[in-house]
């Protein structure tokens, strides 16, 4: 397993996005991506995260930075998140092979077959500049999220 660790390369990957689109993180590089990973798009905590993220376009207003968020959903089940909620951003199934760019972040919980709150601010050389793991049940705060793009 590749953890991802703040100083290191983040881990590639590719993974389908809610619209059937192939998603490759490399091809971000030049700007940063504010990957974020979500256990299920449709639990009670994942959809009010997920709403701050659409409801706050000045993370990524002026900036060369990208939203990213992975879950272990199907593409079907995202793009009906996606549709219901208005999410325009990028939405990426890590369904199958399960979780594995999930376990590549250190964030998958094979128990529960889901990926756990974790959250990677990469800068534009690809490098983890940032991140953060909430406990299951626990929101992450989108100010620590503003301030970690701030310092970037």
């Not at 199907?74 to 998140?81: P, Q, R, V």
């Not at 299951?136 to 301030?147: K, L, Q, S, T």
Request: charged residues 20%; proline residues 5%; contains cysteine.
């Amino acid at each position: 397993m590749t953890e991802a660790q703040i100083g290191r390369t983040a881990p590639d990957f590719t993974l389908t996005d809610q619209h059937g689109r192939r998603v490759t993180l490399s091809d971000y590089r030049g700007a940063a991506v504010l990957l974020v990973f979500v256990p299920f798009a449709f639990s009670d905590t994942c959809t009010n995260e997920l709403i701050e993220l659409r409801d706050a376009p000045d993370l990524t207003e002026g900036r060369a930075l990208e939203v990213i968020v992975i879950s272990c959903d199907s593409i079907y089940t995202l793009k009906a998140w996606a549709d219901a909620h208005g999410y325009g951003g990028e939405l990426l199934s890590d369904f199958w092979p399960h979780g594995e760019a999930s376990r590549d972040y250190g964030v998958f919980n094979p128990q529960k077959g889901l990926a756990t709150r974790g959250t990677f601010l990469i800068d534009p050389q690809g490098v983890v500049a940032w991140s953060v793991v909430n406990p299951v049940g626990e929101a992450r705060d989108i100010e620590d999220y503003r301030a970690a793009i701030a310092a970037l």
